[in-house]
């Protein structure tokens, strides 16, 4: 479709939605603060409480990162459900960051090739399921939009035509392939930390690259399991040469080694299955799955244990082919503790609940059962988590307090290389490297 064409296109539709009564959502009960604030935030996050399971994803890969590179043929598909089920017009549109997730000098028409904005197709209502909901799919880049500027991108949805009226945000990277990144995963020099850490060493080649000041204008970004909220950043190289840096075991790339995450098997709730003790009939009317009583694992020897690094599945077996499907389950979790721990929160945490420490997935202490105990509302399918310790006063909740730690733990790293474009005033993300601590 030509530029011309989209444009008409964009104004008959933003005609018809000024005219459109936009449905109104439900008010919830018990979610506090956390929905009521409408305030843009340059991360993962849902300001809808009728919004459930958002994912974003590589076309053809639900397991993959929303990674994708710049004039390629791959596309993303974003994918949600709202339990109101009267339609509503939803738009969406993308926002250039630089490496620290703020936005970019960029206005739209230097980072995108067509539309600033545009709407969402209309949603498909769910079948066979106890819990009803409309499920949104969008898939970009596409014919109406494409980004042309490599970088951090923050995926903006709203309700019709009100940028401020928002539903959801996702962040997503477009990279070009234009640096050499070395990387792997090796023992720390501290002795004392050799059986629980993991140590990323580090070194970039940049011809043909101008790169004025390496220590100022090249950034060096490292997740592990692609958790945001525990990036690594404010790498400094030791060595220089010509167009190379060699960081030698740089601190900042020091991550504890973790453990094998928890899995969770809900595709078939005809029979148990991985951790499953018991199906019930839930007071809201859904299925109930009772997990097994966990063990505890933070003094544990390490216990080689397959698993899918936190991420998840959306499936129900019955209907392998279509989430539209996949019912929503009440899980019950149970992790027995001597004591209650002292000086912060437990959570339920994984890519199940945007590797974030959600109100919704905290759990409780049961002093009569020795036990910190969860009730939470999960699609049906196979998911990983862990249970998060998040101290008092911190945002990056420690993840070996309660599991243990072990250099032997099998992680995915991602080593992100932004460089300052003093033209377009902009990071631009032109090296990325995935690293397995055991594959390399």
Known sequence: MSLTGAAMLTT??????????????????GTGNYYSSQELRYEDHIYSPTVHTVQLFKRGFELSPAIIGLGSSDGLVLRFDDFN??????????????????????????????????????????????????????????????????GNYLLKVYRGTDQDDLVLTRRFLVFEDRLQIDAAIVPTRNVERRDMDQQLDLTLRYPGIPVPDPFSDLHVVVLQNNRWDDARTGFRPKFIRDAELVYDHPKEGLFPGG?????????????????????LSSAEGLVEAELL??????????????????????????????????????????????????????YIYGELTDFQCKKEF?????????????RVLVKQGYFDQVYAFLPNGSTTPDLTLLEGSHFQTENEYVVLVYVRDYQLRCDRLLGLRFVNSRRG
């Not at 905290?362 to 969860?374: E, F, M, P, V």
Request: hydrophobic share 35%.
């Open 259 to 279: 453990n094998e995450w928890r899995g969770v098997d809900l595709k078939n709730l005809r029979y148990t299955t991985l951790r499953v003790g018991r199906y």
């Open 293 to 346: 009583p966990d063990e505890k694992r933070e003094f544990k020897v390490y216990l080689d244990l397959p698993d899918i690094n936190g991420k998840y599945l959306v499936k129900n077996d019955q209907f392998p082919d279509d989430p539209l499907g996949a019912d929503y389950v009440y899980v019950d979790f149970t992790l027995p503790r001597t004591h209650e721990q002292p000086g912060g929160e437990v």
């Open 85 to 150: 089920t009267e339609l509503e017009n939803l738009s969406y549109t993308l926002v250039h960051c630089n490496a620290d997730w703020q936005p970019s000098d960029l206005a739209p028409g230097q980072y995108l090739q067509g539309v600033p904005a545009d709407f969402i197709p209309s949603p498909r209502q769910s079948f066979n399921t106890l819990q009803a909901f409309l499920e949104y799919e969008l898939e970009f880049p596409n014919d109406m939009m494409q980004p042309t500027v490599a």
């Open 362 to 374: 905290r759990c409780t202490w049961d002093a009569g059962k020795k036990a910190y105990t969860a």
């Open 12 to 29: 008959l539709l933003t005609c018809a939605l000024l005219t459109a009564c936009s449905a109104q959502q439900p008010a919830a009960s």
